[in-house]
C-alpha cells in the first residue's frame, strides 16, 4: 500500500477502495471527505444514486456492506506505524462520523497522537474538535500551532476570542487558505457602512470561491441573489457560484439550488435532484422540504413514502421542523399509516425544544382531544408561548381560548386583541373573527362599518366565510342599503369555495325567489349540500323539509360528506422553513 502523504492520497486510497461497492453510503462519505478539492464527484453521486434505497442506518448496514472499513484498516495500520497524516484523517473520521460513527473521543485521541509528532493539521483539528466542549484546552492547542508558526491556526482562535476577531483573522491570511479569504472578506463586509467599502471587500471572498472554497460560493450567491453587500442582484449570477460550489461537493450548495428552484415561478422539477444530493449528504434543510414535496405532492404511494422516510431522517438528527411535518404525514395518513400516537410523540419533542408550529399543533390536539387526551389548560399555554414568537395560528388560538373559555377564563376583550394580533400576523381565518366580534358585538361596540372593513379585508385574504358574511350583510340590509345583485356575486363566491353559509343562504334565496327564479329543486340541492358540509340550520331544514330523501340525495350528502380537501394539518404549497444555522 502506498504511504499516506497528503489529503489527495486519503482520497485517491478512498476511491480505489470503494470500486465495486454498492452501498451508497460509501460514495456519500468520499464526497463528504473530498469536498472541496478536485474530485470525481459527479461519478461518486450518480453511483451513490444507483444504489441509494429509503433505508434507515441499521437495516442499510445489514443489508449491504460497506466498503469503507476496509479503507479504514488501511489507514489506521499506517497511524499505527506513525504516520501523523495518517492520524490527522482517523481524526476527521471519527471526530464528523465519515465512514463511521461519530466518536470524538476516539476522534481526539488519533489527533493528539498526531500533534505529539508535531504535525500542524492535526493540532489545529483538534483545536477545533475541543472547543465544542472545553475552550481552555482549545485555546492551548491552538497557541501551541501558532507558536510553531502555523498561522491557521489563528482561525480557529478567531472564534474562541471573538473581541479580537479582526486580528485573528489577518494573522491567518498568512496561510493563504482560500477558506480564510472567505472569512476575512464576510467579516469586512459585515462591519462596513457603505455600499462602496462593502464592493470593495467582497474581493476577498469573490478571491475565495474563483480558487475553489465552497464557502465563499455560498456567500456569493446569497449576496448576489439578495442584492446585499455591494453586489447587485443577479440571480443568474448566484446560481453561477452555487454550481461552481456543488461541483466541488458542496452540500449547502446544492441545498440552496434547491431550495431556490423549488420557489421559483416556473414550475421546472430540476431541484428535486439538488434537494435529494443535498439530503442524502445530511442537510436536514433540505431533507425536510424534499419530504415535505415527496408527501403532499407526491403522485404515488411510494413518492410519497419516500417523503417520509426523509422527513423521519430530518427529524432524527434534531430539526424540528421536520418533526412538525412529519407529525402532519403521520396524523393524515401520507405515505405512512396513520399513527396519532407517533404524531403526538414528535410534536411533544419539537415543542420542548422551541419550535412554535409544533406547540401550536400539540396544542390543537390537547384542545380537540381526539387523537390525544384533553388537557385544556396546556393548550392555552402552550398557544401563549408559541404566541409570543410570533406564530399567528398560535394567536389566532389562543384569541379562540378567550372566547370559548378554554382553560382560561371567558374574556371577549382579550379574545378580540389576540385576534388582531393573528390578523396582523397575516392570519386570515382570526381577521375574520375580528369582523365577526364587531358585527355581533363580542367583546367590542357592534359596529356594521368597522365588520364590513375587516370582513372586506378578510374576503381579501381569501376567506370565504367573510364574502358570505357581506353577502348576508346585503341580502338582508344590515348596516348597508339591501343589494341582492351585490349579494349574490358575494355568495356565489364563497358557495364556489364550498362554503356552508353561503350555499345555505343561496338555499333560501332560491326558495323564496329573491332576486331570481324560485326553483325548489336547486334549493334541495344547495341545502343538502351545506348540511353534508357541517351547516347546523340547513341540516335542520332538510330534517324538517326532506325526511324522506330520495336516492339521489342520499348519494349527494353521503358524498359531500366524505370530501375532505385539504386534510387537517395539511401545509399549504409555501411551507414555512428555516435555512441553515436557524433552528
Known amino acids: 500500500m502506498a504511504e499516506i502523504n497528503s489529503d489527495a492520497d486519503v482520497d485517491t486510497l478512498i476511491w480505489s477502495t470503494l470500486q465495486g461497492s454498492t452501498c451508497a453510503q460509501d460514495y456519500l462519505d468520499f464526497i463528504r471527505h473530498a469536498s472541496g478539492r478536485p474530485a470525481p464527484y459527479e461519478e461518486a453521486f450518480m453511483l451513490a444514486e444507483r444504489y441509494w434505497r429509503p433505508f434507515d442506518e441499521a437495516e442499510a448496514a445489514q443489508l449491504i456492506p460497506s466498503k469503507f472499513p476496509e479503507f479504514i484498516a488501511e489507514v489506521q495500520a499506517q497511524a499505527d506505524g506513525g504516520n501523523p497524516v495518517a492520524m490527522l484523517h482517523l481524526g476527521q473520521f471519527f471526530t464528523k462520523g465519515i465512514g463511521m460513527k461519530t466518536d470524538e473521543a476516539t476522534g481526539q485521541a488519533w489527533l493528539r497522537r498526531g500533534a505529539d509528532l508535531g504535525n500542524a493539521d492535526c493540532m489545529i483539528l483538534l483545536g477545533h474538535s475541543l472547543r465544542k466542549t472545553d475552550w481552555t484546552a482549545a485555546r492551548q492547542v491552538l497557541e501551541h500551532a501558532v507558536s510553531l508558526g502555523h498561522d491557521f491556526a489563528h482561525l480557529e482562535l478567531a472564534e474562541i476570542d471573538p ?218 399555554d402552550l398557544f401563549q408561548i408559541a404566541s409570543l414568537q410570533g406564530n399567528a395560528w398560535a394567536t389566532y388560538l389562543l384569541g379562540a381560548t378567550y372566547e370559548n373559555g378554554d382553560g382560561v377564563a371567558r374574556d371577549l376583550k382579550m379574545a378580540l386583541k389576540y385576534f388582531k394580533e393573528a390578523s396582523e400576523l397575516g392570519d386570515t381565518w382570526a381577521t375574520y373573527k375580528v369582523g365577526a366580534a364587531y358585527y355581533y358585538g363580542l367583546g367590542v361596540e357592534e359596529s356594521n362599518p368597522s365588520a364590513v372593513t375587516w370582513f372586506r379585508r378578510a374576503s381579501a385574504m381569501g376567506s370565504s366565510e367573510a364574502k358570505a358574511q357581506l353577502g348576508i350583510m346585503l341580502v338582508y340590509g344590515h348596516g348597508v342599503e339591501r343589494n341582492i345583485e351585490h349579494a349574490l356575486k358575494w355568495l356565489n363566491d364563497a358557495a364556489a369555495k364550498d362554503n356552508s353559509t353561503a350555499l345555505r343562504e343561496l338555499a333560501l334565496l332560491n326558495e323564496s325567489g329573491t332576486g331570481m327564479s324560485q326553483d325548489l329543486e336547486e334549493c334541495t340541492r344547495l341545502m343538502a349540500k351545506a348540511a353534508a358540509l357541517g351547516d347546523r340550520m340547513a341540516h335542520d331544514w332538510m330534517t324538517k323539509n326532506c325526511p324522506e330523501k330520495p336516492a339521489w340525495l342520499q348519494d349527494l350528502m353521503a358524498g359531500e360528506s366524505q370530501e375532505g380537501g385539504r386534510p387537517e394539518g395539511a401545509p399549504t404549497d409555501s411551507p414555512n422553513d428555516v435555512g441553515p444555522g436557524q433552528i
Open 163 to 380: 473581541q479580537r476577531r479582526l486580528f485573528h483573522l489577518e494573522q491567518a491570511l498568512k496561510s493563504e487558505n482560500p477558506y480564510v479569504y472567505a472569512l476575512y472578506g464576510e467579516h469586512l463586509v459585515k462591519q462596513s457602512q457603505t455600499e462602496k467599502e462593502k464592493a470593495q471587500y467582497v474581493q476577498w471572498v469573490r478571491r475565495a470561491a474563483t480558487e475553489g472554497d465552497t464557502y465563499g460560493c455560498l456567500l456569493l450567491s446569497s449576496w448576489y441573489g439578495s442584492g446585499n453587500a455591494g453586489c447587485a442582484k443577479d440571480p443568474e449570477v448566484a446560481n453561477y457560484w452555487l454550481r461552481k460550489g456543488s461541483e466541488l461537493g458542496s452540500a449547502s450548495c446544492y441545498s440552496m439550488l434547491g431550495h431556490h428552484g423549488f420557489y421559483a415561478e416556473d414550475g421546472k422539477l430540476d431541484f428535486l435532484n439538488d434537494l435529494r444530493r443535498a439530503s442524502m449528504l445530511g442537510d436536514t434543510w433540505s431533507q425536510s422540504l424534499l419530504g415535505w414535496h415527496g408527501v403532499w405532492r407526491g403522485q404515488t404511494v411510494q413518492a410519497q413514502e419516500e417523503g417520509v422516510f426523509w422527513l423521519r431522517a430530518a427529524a432524527r438528527l434534531g430539526y424540528k421542523s421536520a418533526m412538525f411535518r412529519l407529525s402532519e404525514a403521520l396524523r393524515a395518513g401520507r405515505g405512512t399509516e396513520v399513527d396519532n400516537a407517533q404524531a403526538i410523540n414528535w410534536l411533544e419533542k419539537g415543542a420542548e425544544l422551541g419550535h412554535s408550529d409544533c406547540q401550536s399543533a400539540l396544542g390543537h390536539a390537547l384542545l380537540r382531544g381526539e387523537i390525544t387526551e384533553q388537557n385544556l389548560e396546556r393548550a392555552h
